[in-house]
C-alpha cells in the first residue's frame, strides 16, 4: 500500500470556510476506483504551526497513485484547493 498524506492551510481560516473545503476533500470518497482508503481531518489546536486540514489517502501501488493524481475528480478538487490553500505540504510512504 502507498499512503498519501497532504496537509493544507488555507488562506480563509475561517470555520465555514475550512468545512466546505473538507467537504471538498470528502466528496472524492466512492469516486475513484483506485482510491482505497480516505479520511479528512480538521485541526482542534489551531497553534501557529497548524495547518487546518488533512488528507489521509491510501492506494493499492504508485501506479494507483499516479492514476489518482490525473483522475477527473480529483483534477476539480486541485482546482477548489489552488484558490482555497495558502500552502501545503505532503508526504508519501509505503505503508
Do not use: C, N, W
Not at 501557529?48 to 493499492?60: N, P, V
Amino acid at each position: 500500500m502507498i499512503t498519501h498524506i497532504v496537509l493544507f492551510k488555507l488562506k480563509d481560516r475561517g470555520a465555514e470556510s475550512i468545512a466546505r473545503t473538507a467537504g471538498v476533500l470528502k466528496a472524492m470518497e466512492g469516486k475513484i476506483d483506485e482510491l482505497k482508503h480516505l479520511e479528512v481531518g480538521t485541526d482542534i489546536v489551531h497553534s501557529e504551526r497548524s495547518y487546518d486540514i488533512a488528507l489521509i489517502t491510501k492506494f493499492e501501488s504508485m501506479q494507483a497513485l499516479e492514476a489518482y493524481q490525473v483522475h477527473p475528480v480529483h483534477r476539480k478538487v486541485i482546482e477548489h484547493m489552488l484558490e482555497a490553500r495558502e500552502s501545503s505540504v505532503s508526504v508519501d510512504f509505503e505503508s
